[in-house]
């Protein structure tokens, strides 16, 4: 176990601050969060419901707002941009898979992609990503006639055709059986190593960090631990 020290990073948060709720119902989820991470690496956000780890991914995508602290990637202080330029980060930098698909059922595959492919001025080539997602034979397929890891393959298809910067994953195995969670990290850590996009993972599942090259371990809103993955392992050596 490394612990990291901070530094000049693609992706950084600084003593971030966020609550729910007002007077005695007021509940701080996030309590002096900071951290972050080098450009091309996978991190695993790491904790037990509640621990704060989804509201996390959701402030760092721009999706809700820290009560106070600082949120910077690529060089840019997202948490200091008003909604129309929060809404061209998620446009121009950020790829998001949730648990569930949200895949549009009266559209394909491929058409599912597309529609965020028209989003980006430099998409990745539809068909290449097509078959490095093993959907090609799939591209003309409705969602309710795929299994649900070829939805989830989908999803992050959508999540990739716009050539992220940054590709946030919240829970993505979380509605897979074992085999198709495997498959699918394997996935994942093949993205990584293609296209090379800095990726952040939050699960509840321990295993999953074997494959991260930095983890990040949550509780009640606050960072137990922090370090660079010493002994990174393929995804298809993880058990669980």
């Given amino acids: ?94 790829g998001f898979v949730f648990q569930f698909y949200n895949l549009i059922p009266n559209l394909t595959v491929k058409e599912n992609i597309e529609v965020c492919e028209y989003l980006s001025n430099n998409p990745l080539p539809i068909d290449d990503l097509l078959h490095t997602l093993g959907l090609w034979e799939h591209k003309d397929k409705f969602p309710n006639q795929l299994s649900g890891g070829q939805q989830q393959r989908c999803a992050i298809g959508r999540a990739l055709v716009k050539n992220p910067t940054l590709l946030l994953c919240d829970e993505p195995t979380g509605a897979l059986d074992y085999n198709t969670s495997r498959k699918l990290l394997e996935l994942i850590e093949s993205i990584n190593n293609k296209y090379k996009n800095t990726i952040i993972i939050v699960t509840h599942n321990e295993a999953i960090k074997n494959m991260a090259h930095k983890i990040i371990k949550l509780h009640d809103g606050k960072i137990l631990t922090d370090y660079m993955n010493e002994s990174v392992i393929p995804a298809k050596e993880i058990e669980w």
Avoid: H, W
Avoid at 30 to 52: A, D, F, M, Q, R
């Fill in 1 to 94: 176990m490394v612990k990291e020290e901070m530094g000049s990073k693609f992706f950084s948060v600084k003593d971030v601050e966020k609550s729910y709720g007002e007077g005695n119902a007021k509940v701080k989820v996030l309590n002096g969060i900071t951290t972050g991470l080098e450009k091309g690496k996978i991190c695993v956000i790491l904790g037990p419901s509640g621990s704060g780890k989804s509201t996390l991914l959701n402030v760092i995508a721009g999706l809700e707002q820290v009560d106070s602290g600082t949120i910077c990637v690529d060089g840019e202080e997202i948490s200091a941009l008003n909604t129309k330029y929060l809404g061209l980060y998620r446009r121009n930098k950020l």
